[in-house]
């Protein structure tokens, strides 16, 4: 089993900046694949970044030049540094992993999210 646990939400400023990190633990023997998704209420979870093993990195154009993701595999962790945050960013921030544990197996695992909202 793996456990995925966000951190660095909060309440900030339009036009500022967070970092989110997703620590991940348990029995890990490769990050395939990781992602943030964010999702408001009433709304469908919307993916934000993803970040695969061989560095390729993706975004939709809405956080596209603004929001960038990284990982530390030595660490299993992954990062999202957030900047000229909108009000429209405001949402609850979660961690998705592809991962594979130490028999082989791949699986999807989510964390419970953090919450960002962007007011003035």
């Known amino acids: 089993q793996v456990q995925l646990v966000e951190s660095g939400g909060g309440l900030v400023q339009p036009g500022g900046s967070l970092t989110l990190s997703c620590a991940a633990s348990?029995?890990?023997?490769?990050?395939?694949?990781m992602a943030w998704y964010r999702q408001v209420p009433g709304k469908q979870r919307e993916l934000v970044a993803t970040s695969t093993t061989g560095g390729d990195t993706n975004y939709p154009d809405s956080v596209k030049g603004r929001f960038t993701v990284s990982t530390d595999n030595a660490k299993n962790t992954m990062y999202l540094q957030m900047n000229s945050l909108k009000p429209d960013d405001t949402a609850v921030y979660y961690c998705y992993g592809h991962i594979m544990g130490s028999r082989g197996t791949a699986r999807d695992y989510w964390g419970p999210g953090t919450q960002v909202t962007v007011s003035s």
């Open positions: 348990g029995d890990i023997f490769r990050l395939n694949a």
